[in-house]
């Protein structure tokens, strides 16, 4: 049974940092990512990071603020949120890709599989 457990959400001022973290259990997967959901609007990927570690992707909002990493032995992806700003609000989901290959990224919320409940997160400014 897969199962993306989500969490490290909380409320911060702006300028402040988090860290998002997700257990990921069940199955091997390829691409791993965070796709937040602004109030009022669609899902969006905000970062993706192969399973080699390699390979990443940043939305262009978040680029210079925000790190995608993985821990495969623990079967966990993490997501460092530095200099938050109001417009981060949002909830944050953790994602998942069936394995698709080592060097496999995920750009587009539509690519995962695999659904963590999520996590909020709000930046007052």
């Known amino acids: 049974q897969v199962q993306l457990v989500d969490s490290g959400g909380g409320l911060v001022q702006a300028v402040g940092s988090l860290r998002l973290s997700c257990a990921a259990s069940g199955r091997l997967f390829s691409s791993m990512g965070w796709v937040r959901q602004a109030p009022g609007k669609w899902r969006d990927s905000v970062a993706a990071?192969?399973?080699?570690?390699?390979?990443?992707y940043y939305a262009d909002a978040v680029k210079r603020r925000f790190t995608i990493s993985r821990d495969n032995a623990k079967n966990t992806v993490y997501l460092q949120m530095n200099s938050l700003k109001s417009e981060d609000t949002g909830v944050y989901y953790c994602?998942?890709?069936?394995?698709?290959?080592?060097?496999?990224?995920?750009?587009?919320?539509?690519?995962?599989?695999?659904w963590g409940q999520g996590t909020q997160v709000t930046v007052s400014s």
């Open positions: 994602a998942a890709a069936r394995w698709r290959g080592a060097s496999y990224i995920g750009v587009l919320a539509a690519e995962y599989d695999y």
């Open positions: 990071i192969d399973w080699s570690g390699t390979n990443t």
